[in-house]
């Protein structure tokens, strides 16, 4: 293999250290930590949705809508009851308001499945499991 002479080992030392130096400095290396997404939506969020959600059949999971639909669930402890949920993410960023949690409900009633009311502090409780959830997934991607 032939050498570099001086000279040309020279330029393309320098060809290679100028090249670094054209980057724009002011420009991020990285998202921000509340921002982490290389889908549509907030990837903690993303994530956090879909462990809490995991323990029910998913119909459908769209990263770049935001919205994960899961088939109907029955608890094997409560099995004439049984519940299905809509959670949509509505922004990139990590806050309460970009989460949206809907669920429906049905009981059992003399072999038919028959609506019935789901309360609101069961749809609030959901939603704080998500954004601890996605909260503490951000700690950890942040401090680790």
């Keep these: 293999m032939p050498r570099l002479k001086p000279a040309a080992a020279a330029l393309l030392v320098l060809a290679v250290v100028a090249s670094g130096c054209s980057r724009n400095r002011v420009a991020p290396v990285q998202l921000a930590p509340a921002r982490m997404t290389a889908i549509g939506v907030n990837a903690y969020l993303w994530r956090a949705a879909l462990d809490t959600v995991s323990f029910a059949p998913l119909l459908q999971a769209d990263a770049n809508s935001g919205v994960i639909i899961t088939d109907w669930y029955a608890n094997p402890q409560s099995p004439t009851e049984r519940v299905k949920l809509t959670v949509t993410i509505l922004d990139q960023e990590l ?10 409900r049905q009981v059992n009633q003399n072999g038919a499945w028959v609506s019935a009311p789901v309360s609101a502090a069961t749809v609030q409780k959901l939603e704080d499991i998500i954004l601890t959830r996605a909260r503490d997934l951000r700690r950890t991607t942040v401090s680790g």
């Design 95 to 104: 806050r309460a308001d970009a989460l949206r949690v809907a669920a429906s």
